[in-house]
């Protein structure tokens, strides 16, 4: 099992910064890959950004390529979205999700999700 809790959420003006970060908890993260997505009111869940924890291979959703860095620190297990540019369409909660490497296209473990609203 892996355990994903999220913070840094909160409301931020259009043009803005924030911050999210995902603490993991519960297995040796080398072998799995780490995810964001969001989900904004009456939408589908959709994907932002994924690294792999073992080498920081990184991609980004068109939406946010430029705007949103993904990152890891090793040391706090703990995975980052680094959002910039802010804009009232990126408002959503935000996941954190994970899945081993070797499992394609499907992300087992889920946070409980972050609210991000952006202000035009």
């Known amino acids: 099992q892996v355990q994903l809790v999220e913070s840094g959420g909160g409301l931020v003006q259009a043009g803005g910064s924030l911050r999210l970060s995902c603490a993991a908890s519960g297995r040796t993260l080398s072998t799995y890959v780490m995810g964001w997505f969001r989900q904004a009111p009456g939408k589908e869940r959709e994907f932002v950004a994924r690294?792999?924890?073992?080498?920081?291979?990184?991609y980004y959703a068109d939406s946010v390529k430029g705007r949103f860095t993904i990152s890891r620190d090793n040391a706090k297990n703990t995975v980052y979205l680094q959002m910039g540019s802010l804009k009232p369409e990126d408002t959503a909660v935000y996941y954190c999700?994970?899945?081993?490497?070797?499992?394609?296209?499907?992300?087992?473990?889920w946070g409980q999700g972050t609210q991000v609203t952006v202000s035009s």
């Open positions: 999700a994970a899945r081993p490497t070797g499992l394609l296209g499907s992300y087992p473990y």
């Open positions: 690294i792999y924890w073992s080498g920081g291979s990184t």
